[in-house]
């Protein structure tokens, strides 16, 4: 894993960019999107001429921070992710830039986007490319919680189906009661060092974390939770195309990614 590079010049002599310290994002684009089976990288699928990690680039730099971005991509996107951002950032953004080279699984993917955040970053959320279509309000709404509370954050959506628990062959065992459970989405929030302590301890585990605040509770560490939106779905499989292309109707999104 290595910087790929860095744009956007430091801020001014005498400014103090992040009195309460830092806020960070990492932007993990660095699957290979299999599911989906598109002859690109998931990330660099594009919606109506715009790639996946172009919206979420838009509506991270998009936020009223001084911010930390460093973008996960596979190695031979590195270039191309760079040229975007470049396209992207106004020119006096108060966003520094970095692109890295992701791993093979997911986690390996954010330790290599945290380790390359500056020291002073102190907030840490975690976001997948794979939803472009999160607000910025939701960021805010992650990012104040974790800043409230000094627990990591996850936003979540009730769940609606009815659900039920199943045998190999498909045959019904029993209702699962649905109360108590939620469908988690990202970005997820955390204190720097909860989630750098967590993910030092996560090889130890065999079977990979499907997400961040995973990673957390494996090391013991507390979740909670914020209201999620429709809006942030993921794209997996070709069925969600249609799913995020409504998004893009009616002008639901914007041209920064914003409501
Ligand atoms: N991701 C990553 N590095 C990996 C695997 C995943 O940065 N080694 C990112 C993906 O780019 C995506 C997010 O994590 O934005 C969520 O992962 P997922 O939806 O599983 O994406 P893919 O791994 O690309 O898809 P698939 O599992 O179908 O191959
Ligand atoms: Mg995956």
Redesign the pocket.
């Known amino acids: 894993m290595s910087i790929a590079a860095s744009t956007r010049e430091p801020p001014p002599p005498g400014a103090t960019p992040h009195p309460l310290g830092a806020l960070g994002v990492v932007l ?9 089976g598109a002859d690109v ?3 660099f699928v594009e919606l109506r001429g715009r790639s996946l990690v172009e919206f979420g680039v838009g509506v991270v730099t998009s936020l009223p921070h001084a911010g930390h971005l460093v973008i ?1 991509v596979p190695e031979s996107r590195a270039a191309q992710a760079l040229e975007l951002v470049d396209g992207i950032l106004p020119e006096h953004s108060q966003w520094e830039v970095s692109v890295v080279h ?5 986690h ?2 954010v330790r290599f986007g945290v380790d390359a955040l500056p020291e002073a970053v102190d907030t840490v959320l975690v976001h ?3 939803r472009p279509f999160a607000s910025a309000a939701l960021f805010e709404r992650v990012i104040a919680e974790v800043r409230r509370t000094g627990d990591a954050v996850v936003p979540a959506l009730p769940v609606v189906d009815t659900l039920k628990r199943i045998d190999a062959n498909g045959m019904v065992h029993e209702t699962v009661d649905r109360a108590p459970l939620v469908a988690v989405q990202t970005p997820q929030g955390f204190p720097r060092e909860v989630l750098a302590a967590a993910h030092a301890t996560a090889a130890l585990h065999s079977e990979p974390p499907t997400d961040d605040a995973e990673v957390v509770q494996r090391a013991g560490g507390r979740v909670r939770t914020v209201p999620g939106e429709l809006r942030a779905h ?1 794209l ?1 499989t070709p069925e969600d195309l249609p799913i995020l292309d409504s998004f893009l109707t009616a002008n639901a999104v914007g041209p920064g990614g914003e409501a």
Do not use: Q
Not at 102 to 106: A, I, K, L
């Open positions: 993990v684009a660095a699957g290979r999107g299999e599911r989906l990288p998931k990330a996960v992701g791993g093979r699984e997911r390996e993917s997948d490319a794979a993921k997996t």
